[in-house]
């Protein structure tokens, strides 16, 4: 099984635990959604890896609704060091180039505030889908 080449900082099984937390989704019920092979002990042992195997980390990818790539990618010092840099940079006058926009910092906060809100409403849409599912499951057995 192929590894990642991601950056070496990014911890692969600390950011899967981070979104099936804000999905909400217990280890069980991720280790249900794998297969029988999988239980609630392997899913925690996987969380604990900085690296994850390419296949089960598409496999879960695709249960939690969610990119690969997001796994992959998320960087959490990266994202504390742009947030504080936001706001401790001198900002009057200051505006960022985002490709064609250009947005002033405090426009640019809005802006990945209401992403993250879309984020956080599809994520819990994806999460009343995933227990009515796991309800059909239960009532079929």
Partial sequence: MAHTTSNPKIHE???LKRFREMLSIKQDALAFELGEDWNQQKI?????????????LEQV??????????I??????????IISN??????????????????HPIEKI?????EKIALYERM??????MMGRLERLIKES
């Avoid at 925690?44 to 296949?55: A, G, M, R, T, V």
């Avoid at 819990?124 to 889908?129: G, I, T, V, Y």
């Fill in 86 to 103: 936001t706001f401790t940079e001198n900002t009057i006058g200051n505006s960022f180039n985002y490709g064609t926009i250009h947005l």
């Fill in 72 to 81: 992959r990618n998320f960087d959490e010092e990266k994202a504390v060091n």
């Fill in 61 to 70: 990818a695709a249960i939690l609704k969610i990119p690969a790539e997001a």
């Fill in 44 to 56: 925690s042992l996987l969380e604990q890896k900085e690296k994850i195997d390419n296949d089960i």
């Fill in 13 to 15: 099984g600390r950011n």
């Fill in 110 to 114: 809005v802006q990945l505030h209401e």
């Fill in 124 to 129: 819990l849409k994806e999460k009343d889908e």
